[in-house]
């Protein structure tokens, strides 16, 4: 089992930057492959980045390269995602998840159904 919480949502004009951070708790966070994703009004929940067990092993969707970064700090049981160059479609509601690994290798998890644990999610709004 782990619990997860998210933090540092909020709102910000379009060009800026937010920090994403997600605290786990439980098992050692080394056992989980983690990942982000949201989800804006009407609309489903989406991958938006993942990382392997090490952080060394990353994956985003087309619509945030170039301007998130997720990363992981295995020592401290928290995975962040650097949020830059905001725009008005990146609004939504932001959730971390977590999944068992298994392997040391470097899949990266994409699917809603692939994660196991989720966070709350936190709100991030970004005006034009």
């Known amino acids: 089992q782990v619990q997860l919480v998210e933090s540092g949502g909020g709102l910000v004009q379009a060009g800026g930057s937010l920090r994403l951070s997600c605290e786990a708790s439980g098992r050692p966070f080394s056992s989980y492959a983690m990942g982000w994703f949201r989800q804006a009004p009407g609309k489903e929940r989406e991958f938006v980045s993942g990382?392997?067990?090490?952080?060394?092993?990353?994956y985003y969707a087309d619509s945030v390269k170039g301007r998130f970064t997720i990363s992981r700090d295995n020592a401290k049981n928290t995975a962040y995602l650097q949020m830059n160059i905001l725009k008005p479609d990146d609004t939504a509601v932001y959730y971390c998840a977590a999944r068992n690994t298994y392997s040391t290798g470097t899949y990266i998890f994409t699917r809603r159904d692939e994660y196991t644990y989720w966070g709350q999610g936190t709100q991030v709004t970004v005006s034009s």
């Open positions: 990382a392997n067990w090490s952080g060394g092993s990353t």
